[in-house]
């Protein structure tokens, strides 16, 4: 089970923004998994009413989270998605590898914004980052056939700044969550402390962090937030805890954490909880969440 699920912040558009990852991606499904009530909402969200509230997205069997909300925000790139493709896994080798990305990159780019071309690179033979129509910003990567196995999709969290963050957010979160563990770390040649590409587990899912360094206006946001499914309010108290660096932040079970990097600490029975009379409207009162008062 995937206990940590990237949240995506939609403008209005998450169902629209669902059948579009369903017909670019390989063996992918979306559905709305839960919709606004239609009483009792404050007046920011009165023109959501009904309407869908959580879409997921399944690419692979990989869950992407898709929250539809206001123009408040919108994603960050300072959080990416890594599409691996590895030759390997198709019958046609690199050739069938290299068709499947151009095919990606061409769906994705339509109205969307080149970040860096597809091209040869020195850490892959094709490799492009573009940012799609919804602002969603995907890493496609050729993989290397002899490198060790990664899943399909990999999010990158990206440390830009004067000062190197990467490797000390990997050992603290590394530290943090359950069967987690750090995989490749390769730092800068012109500065150890900088992390040029570095990959962990966290609850037995990989991530990938980089220091860009200076020059870089990319910052962490609520447009994209990390979802820790809770087992129990135990859970929920000791990752809340650890993770909360700003109080100002603190809403609906979203926090900051030291990084900026923005999570939501939410119980794993959160859909079933909700379905409790008036329990929406208790949960937008609340900060941290505590499952009894739902």
């Not at 530290?175 to 590409?197: E, H, K, N, Q, W």
């Not at 587990?201 to 609520?222: C, E, K, N, R, V």
Request: aromatic fraction near 10%.
């Amino acid at each position: 089970m995937q206990r940590i699920v990237p949240n995506v912040w939609c403008q209005g558009t998450a169902a629209e923004a669902g059948e579009y990852y369903a017909a670019t991606f390989p063996d992918t499904s979306w559905e709305v998994t839960a919709s606004y009530p239609t009483e009792d909402l404050p007046d920011f969200q009165r023109s959501l009413s009904g309407q869908p509230l959580v879409v997921d997205v399944a690419i692979e069997g990989y869950q992407i989270r898709l929250i539809n909300a206001g123009d408040e925000l919108r994603p960050t790139p300072a959080v990416s998605f890594i599409v691996n493709v590895d030759p390997p896994s198709f019958e046609g080798g690199e050739d069938e590898a290299r068709s499947v990305i151009h095919e990606l990159w061409e769906a994705l780019a339509d109205g969307g914004e080149e970040r860096m071309p597809l091209d040869e690179y020195p850490y892959s033979k094709l490799y492009g980052w573009v940012e799609d129509r919804y602002g969603v910003n995907w890493q496609l990567m050729l993989t290397d056939p002899n490198g060790e196995p990664r899943p399909r999709i990999v999010p990158q969290l990206f440390f830009a700044g004067d000062v190197a963050q990467a490797r000390e957010a990997i050992d603290f979160y590394t530290g943090l969550f359950p069967d987690s563990r750090i995989g490749t770390l390769a730092p800068s040649p012109d500065d150890a402390a900088r992390v040029l590409y570095g990959d962990f587990t966290l609850a037995g899912q990989w991530f990938s962090a980089m220091d860009a360094g200076p020059g870089h206006d990319i910052t962490f946001t609520p447009g994209v937030s990390l979802q820790a499914d809770c087992t129990d309010q135990t859970e929920i108290d000791r990752l809340w805890h650890a993770l909360s660096a700003v109080p100002e932040a603190e809403q609906c079970g979203w926090l900051t954490d030291r990084f900026g990097v923005s999570w939501q600490i939410v119980p794993d029975s959160m859909a079933d909880l909700m379905q409790h009379p008036g329990a929406y409207q208790r949960m937008l009162a609340m900060k941290k969440i505590v499952i009894d008062e739902l």
